[in-house]
């Protein structure tokens, strides 16, 4: 018999996908249906919410353990419980889990099979095993959680036999100021959707950005026209959206037990309503006429409302067109037009160069108190580098401060990092003071890093970067930059490790 192996799935056609009839209690019109996702808040996102409620109870105590259906399967397909890195750890912590719920199922046993190839692929944030070089890769970030959500929402469908049911949306950026804080639906401690390892004040209805520790959400993503700027970049709507909101909130709801870590984020229910607005917001940015890249030649593993296996090519999630389903309303911007439901992607844009414009002279080790660095010209040797003061670009240009080959010896534990240019000496301010250019937090990070060669510095798993191209044209209309650039990193909460960042850089594009 032939068996499938992850990559013969991964990187075949999209040929490849695999059609199945729909089950009985989806027929006719309804298995034609365009769905809609509603905010949580409304009314039709509350009635959602109770559906889903009884979905994760069954899912948790009546779907039998180890059928693709059971909540713990679809967590473990985001990632296992254990190390996230080295590849070795976490294929070790793979093989030994497989053998504890499949025990003397054979290799051929579909259900193993399946978990063989779904588990521990959250995309773009794993390591990749030695033989794919390009497995993990940042630019398949937004496709793989698009059909990640798509496909449980239909396991969800299949479980509650309720062809109707769609999955809402936790609006945290753009709805009521009441959508700071986590969904009512999940703060009741009998309720299926409450975990309680999340972080203080959010159970409590605090809102989840606000305090020591928590980073700010923004959506400066909205700032780039540019998808990526490489399959693996760190510059664009999808890298720098997967820092802000994306991983900002994760780190802003819980621990590492919970959210706050990739292992453990899909076991919270309300994980899949924020990749519902992660969602949300690349179709928006998409509806502004701004392009995704021409997607390679790759399949994705999933399982469908029957638990049986789907492949999915990379291109089908263009667009939530593409598989039926829409939201309610769309993500605004401050200062862009409204959103049109008919606008199409406008043609791809050329690439960019980048260019180096200052560097910092030395790593920086974070801790517990502000470490400030200065920006110098590019000179060799670099301890000839000249000083350097910040100016805005071009006006078709942007200015991006790369923090790049950051590395985690240990769990950094509840601590963000609040970035500034150009702050005064002394200075005490927060995310509202002028200087303040975003806050770098740690979820895509690995933790146990060692040495890190200098190709995979600017990787997406170990670099964030912040446009900072709007700060400085304030801050220079205000006459408020210095003579010697500056960046200063202060830190909000408690940090439990000293991370490094091994270089800082300025990237104009």
């Not at 100021?177 to 969904?183: C, E, M, R, V």
């Not at 980073?215 to 700032?223: E, K, Q, R």
């Not at 260019?355 to 301890?383: D, F, I, W, Y």
Request: charged share 15%; proline share 10%; aromatic share 10%.
């Amino acid at each position: 018999m032939h068996t499938l192996s992850r990559r013969s799935v991964l990187v075949t056609g999209a040929s490849a996908g695999l059609i199945l009839a729909a089950p009985d209690w989806l027929s006719g019109a309804a298995a034609q249906t365009t769905y809609t996702r509603f905010s949580a808040t409304s009314p039709q996102g509350k009635d959602m919410l109770a559906r889903y409620a009884k979905a994760v109870d069954i899912m948790m105590n009546q779907i039998p353990t180890g059928d693709p259906r059971h909540w713990d399967f679809q967590w473990y397909t985001h990632w296992i419980p254990g190390p996230q890195s080295p590849y070795d750890l976490a294929r070790a912590r793979k093989t030994q889990i497989i053998q504890q719920i499949y025990g003397n199922a054979p290799p051929t046993d579909p259900n193993r099979q399946l978990a063989e190839l779904m588990w521990n692929n959250c995309q773009a944030h794993g390591q990749n095993p030695p033989t794919e070089p390009g497995f993990f890769q940042e630019q398949y970030f937004l496709p793989w959680h698009r059909y990640f959500v798509y496909y449980f929402e239909q396991i969800i469908r299949g479980v509650l036999q309720d062809a109707s049911f769609a999955l809402p949306y936790w609006d945290y950026l753009g709805g009521p100021p009441a959508s700071a804080s986590i969904p009512d639906e999940f703060r009741n401690p009998s309720s299926p959707l409450y975990r309680k390892n999340r972080n203080d004040g959010v159970n409590a209805g605090d809102p989840v950005d606000q305090g020591d520790g928590r980073s700010p959400l923004t959506s400066v993503a909205f700032d780039e026209t540019q998808y990526i700027d490489s399959p693996t970049g760190t510059i664009g709507f999808c890298p720098i959206l997967d820092r802000n909101p994306h991983g900002a909130l994760h780190g802003d709801v819980g621990d590492g037990t919970n959210m706050g870590r990739v292992p453990t984020a899909a076991g919270d229910p309300v994980f899949w309503l924020h990749h519902c607005q992660i969602d949300r917001l690349w179709e928006s940015w998409n509806r502004l006429g701004r392009p995704n890249p021409s997607w390679p030649d790759r399949n994705f593993v999933f399982a469908n409302a029957a638990g049986g296996m789907v492949t999915a090519p990379v291109a089908g999630a263009n667009s939530v067109a593409q598989l039926g389903y829409q939201y309610d309303n769309y993500f605004q911007p401050p200062g862009t037009a409204p959103v049109v439901a008919s606008a199409t992607p406008r043609a791809l844009l050329a690439a960019r160069p980048s260019e180096v414009r200052a560097v910092a002279a030395a790593p920086l080790t974070l801790g517990a108190q502000r470490v400030r660095t200065s920006l110098n010209l590019p000179a060799a040797p670099l301890s000839g580098a000249r000083m350097m003061q910040f100016a805005a670009p071009a006006a078709s240009r942007n200015l991006y401060l790369v923090l790049a080959g950051i590395m985690l010896p240990a769990d950094p534990g509840d601590v963000v990092y609040n970035v500034y240019i150009d702050l005064p000496e002394g200075a005490a301010p927060g995310p509202n003071d002028p200087h303040y250019v975003g806050t770098l937090n740690f979820f895509h990070i690995m933790v146990g890093h060692g040495h890190m060669a200098a190709a995979d510095a600017f990787s997406h798993h170990s670099a964030a970067a912040f446009n900072v191209t709007a700060t400085i044209r304030r801050l220079q209309g205000g006459n408020r930059l210095a003579q010697q650039a500056t960046v200063t990193l202060i830190p909000s909460g408690k940090p439990q490790s000293q991370p490094v960042v091994q270089q800082v850089q300025l990237v104009e594009k």
